[in-house]
């Protein structure tokens, strides 16, 4: 940054940074420009992406998770879709799955009636 402020030129500070740092020898203006943007507009030339991976959690907040949990152990055995149907702050149901498959660590299953065998079966 001190370079580009000194020179006013972004071919001289690639130049300059080349022969100092021979390894670096992708550096282009087009990166020396987003670098001192980035600069300009944080005061810092650290990655902004590091600190926000994704998008924030608008729908699985610890309240709303509290609330599934709460509302599926208080009816265990009606399903997903009926005992969260009362839930009305919620926001759909692929984040009511979401919340039960990845916070609550909870896994749905299907009870399958069998025929009973008996001796005379093959």
């Given at each position: ?60 907040t ?18 997903v ?18 919340m ?23």
């Amino acid at each position: 940054m001190k370079l580009y402020y000194q020179t006013k030129s972004l071919k001289k500070v690639v130049n300059m940074v080349k022969r100092k740092f021979p390894e670096l020898d992708k550096l282009n203006t087009k990166a020396v420009q987003r670098l001192f943007k980035r600069f300009e507009e944080s005061g810092s030339v650290e990655d902004r992406r590091h600190s926000n991976l994704c998008r924030p959690r608008s729908a699985r907040t610890d309240v709303a998770i509290k609330e599934v949990k709460t509302a599926i152990s208080n009816t265990p055995q009606m399903s997903v879709r009926r005992v969260l149907g009362d839930i009305t702050n919620l926001t759909g149901m692929s984040s009511v799955y979401r919340m039960l498959k990845y916070d609550l660590r909870l896994t749905p299953y299907k009870i399958s009636i069998m025929q009973h065998l008996k001796e005379n079966d093959i």
